[in-house]
């Protein structure tokens, strides 16, 4: 708890800063945003409540004190930090309403994130009138979200959010899964009205415009991530990538004995020959590589025709992870030279094409793990050199660049179906929106090989798998929440959760053995040293102060 002291202090820094909001000379509009249609919107079930009871507990388990009276907070930063296996449900949450305000504002992928903070309200809590701009280093805040994540009358009282004057609604009353957004300019006065009891707790985002900008946060969490999985207490028995043999793993005759099984199964395992013979990018070190094989995703011909562009995008993602891994790294910056200009241009192919074009996409070819034109006419729109094959069998076509992760390629993905509209073919496409993304997949299923093992010998992994249950579940009812990263305006692309993927490793193989259960069981046994620390952490969960 903070001093008597220390709290006046922040009341009066508070105080002043709210003063000065309304004097600031910030907070002109972005040229982009001048002209919209709408400048705010009100939106009800972005996310399913049982992401927002899960949240609850995120912001429970990581928030701290300090950035202002009676409110703690969370950044994505500090949930890497501090529990990076807490990071998918966060993820999935800011996924889902970025693609919410995109959708609302016409903003056709244009948009970055620029800071993701779980902060939680409490009795006392307000916020005065001031708009999201207002500071000289805040004027790359475009674009503000606030997901609420608790009910107000159940959970707290008071703390309803009001703008100031212009269009309705002009009072939101915070509830689950209710999302409120809009322009973060002078446009959009707003406050936030005190907290009468309990706790309110929101997830707020802010967007930005600005491509540099939009990589800051995302680059933070990926070096955090790449740091942890680099360390040496989590380093795994890396199974060497069908068809590079001369990578065995470092883990002495288990791993050889695991590499030969796996030739032996790729006889008559046609997915895991597939990945093979398409030759895909591996991503990063010490990472299980039968499981995240990263490849642009295209037809098997073609993927057979130009093993070198494979190799030439395989190079690249290597020196980009090189990149990642020096200090003081300023990852892919040079990359974002030019996209503030291909970004006009994917505005113009996103409004022209019939099917959405994915920026993120872009993003990942700028970072190496795509190198590929395929002709798919709206890709190349879009970035010029880019371009993949639409996803026919794990979703409706998109005409976007994909990277995919050829999930245990083997087809021993048990519980992994195609996506919507599949054809029913083994091999499944998990589609990535940003590295980021793909290493918190890692993050989260390497926890998730942890709770497994942690099975029978610790109730507090047992009580968080009965969470993660229960999730399951709860996302079976239509096939658009099963693949529910969210569905991007329109419902034009499926994406698989990052709990399938992380259950596909979880569950055994229905049809016996095959090189994910070898390697589930070698992962699982080094990771049972790591797993004390997992669970005190996790035991963290629920704890307020
Ligand atoms: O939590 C809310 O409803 C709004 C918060 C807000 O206005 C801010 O953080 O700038
Ligand atoms: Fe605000």
């Not at 296996?85 to 309403?97: C, D, G, I, Q, S």
């Not at 001369?246 to 395992?269: C, I, V």
């Not at 996209?339 to 993003?363: H, L, N, W």
Request: glycine share 12%; net charge negative.
């Amino acid at each position: 708890m903070l001093g008597k002291k220390r709290r006046a202090e922040y009341e009066e820094a508070d105080a002043e800063r709210q003063s000065r909001d309304l004097d600031a000379q910030h907070g002109s509009a972005h040229p982009r945003l001048e002209n919209l249609a709408r400048v705010r919107s009100v939106e009800d079930g972005v996310v399913p409540l049982e992401l927002c009871r899960e949240l609850v507990m995120v912001y429970q388990a990581v928030s701290t004190v300090g950035y202002r009276p009676h409110v703690r907070s969370a950044t994505i930063h500090d949930v890497v930090t501090a529990a990076p296996w807490l990071l998918p449900p966060l993820a999935r949450a800011r996924h889902a309403v970025l693609c919410a305000v995109e959708a609302a504002f016409g903003l056709g992928l244009e948009l970055g994130l620029e800071f993701t903070g779980l902060i939680g309200w409490r009795q006392g809590a307000a916020l005065g009138w001031h708009h999201d701009a207002n500071r000289e280093y805040l004027s790359r805040r475009h674009m503000s979200a606030v997901l609420y994540l608790n009910d107000q009358g159940a959970d707290f009282g008071g703390g309803d959010f009001r703008f100031q004057d212009g269009p309705e609604p002009l009072r939101v009353s915070p509830r689950a899964g209710r999302m409120v957004a809009y322009t973060a300019d002078a446009r959009n006065v707003h406050c936030v009205e005190p907290v009468a009891w309990g706790e309110r707790v929101a997830l707020t985002l802010w967007f930005t415009l600005e491509p540099a900008a939009a990589e800051e946060e995302d680059a933070k969490v990926a070096g955090v991530l790449e740091q942890l999985l680099a360390c040496p207490q989590l380093q795994l028995a890396v199974l060497p990538p069908p068809g590079a043999r001369d990578q065995a793993g470092q883990g002495g005759q288990q791993d050889l004995d695991q590499q030969q099984q796996q030739e032996e199964e790729k006889e008559d395992d046609p997915g895991l020959a597939q990945a093979d013979s398409s030759g895909g990018v591996w991503l990063g070190r010490g990472l299980p590589d039968t499981m995240y094989l990263l490849h642009p995703r295209q037809p098997e011909a073609q993927a057979q025709a130009q093993p070198e562009v494979q190799a030439e995008a395989e190079s690249e993602v290597r020196q980009e992870q090189a990149e990642l891994a020096a200090p003081g790294r300023e990852p892919a910056r040079e990359a974002h030279r030019d996209r503030e200009a291909t970004s006009t241009a994917a505005g113009t192919a996103a409004q022209q094409a019939a099917e959405p074009v994915d920026i993120r996409a872009q993003r990942l070819r700028e970072l190496g793990l795509h190198a590929r034109a395929s002709g798919a006419a709206a890709g190349e729109a879009a970035g010029g050199s880019g371009g993949g094959t639409a996803g026919a069998e794990a979703g409706p076509a998109t005409g976007s660049e994909c990277v995919w992760v050829h999930a245990l390629a083997a087809g021993a993905g048990a519980g992994l179906e195609p996506a919507a509209g599949g054809t029913g073919q083994r091999s499944v496409g998990l589609r990535f929106g940003s590295l980021t993304e793909a290493l918190l997949a890692t993050a989260f299923t390497v926890y998730r090989l942890g709770c497994v093992a942690a099975d029978a010998a610790s109730e507090a992994a047992a009580a968080e798998m009965g969470l993660w249950g229960d999730l399951a579940a709860s996302t079976e009812a239509t096939p658009e929440e099963t693949h529910g990263l969210g569905t991007r305006a329109g419902g034009a692309v499926a994406r698989l959760s990052l709990q399938q993927l992380a259950e596909s490793v979880a569950v055994e193989p229905q049809r016996g053995g095959g090189p994910l259960r070898r390697y589930v069981a070698a992962a699982t046994a080094q990771l049972r040293r790591q797993l004390p620390e997992w669970v005190r952490l996790g035991s963290l969960l629920g704890a307020c102060d």
